[in-house]
């Protein structure tokens, strides 16, 4: 079965870079998206950024310019480069992946994000 595993989370100021990366192992199917998700307290779950099998890439509007997303080759493994951290991107960060045409979601256990101000 599909296993997505999450690191990278920690604490960082206002300001600085953290890069996340999600172990994902069972992607026997074809196409997927490959999504980064974050969840703030109190707060409903948002995109952040997704990556097709393709390679193209679409953003959240509060992350654009700042967060890259990317794969390796293999792509057994998702990327979220941060840029420009801001307080106000503090939630848990979760690597989601969707099989396309079944809409059947695999999520990870999330990693905790938490810029300072």
């Known amino acids: 079965q599909v296993q997505l595993v999450e690191s990278g989370g920690g604490l960082v100021q206002a300001g600085g870079s953290l890069r996340l990366s999600c172990a994902a192992s069972?992607?026997?199917?074809?196409?997927?998206?490959m999504s980064w998700y974050r969840q703030a307290p109190g707060k409903q779950r948002e995109l952040v950024a997704n990556?097709?099998?393709?390679?193209?890439?679409n953003y959240g509007d509060s992350v654009k310019g700042r967060f890259t997303i990317s794969r390796d080759n293999a792509k057994t493994t998702l990327y979220l480069q941060m840029d420009s951290l801001k307080p106000e991107d503090t939630a848990v960060y979760y690597c989601?992946?969707?099989?396309?045409?079944?809409?059947?979601?695999?999520w990870g256990q999330g990693t905790q994000v938490t810029v300072s101000s």
């Open positions: 989601h992946v969707r099989r396309i045409f079944l809409n059947i979601d695999y």
């Open positions: 069972g992607i026997t199917f074809n196409p997927y998206v």
């Open positions: 990556i097709r099998t393709g390679g193209s890439a």
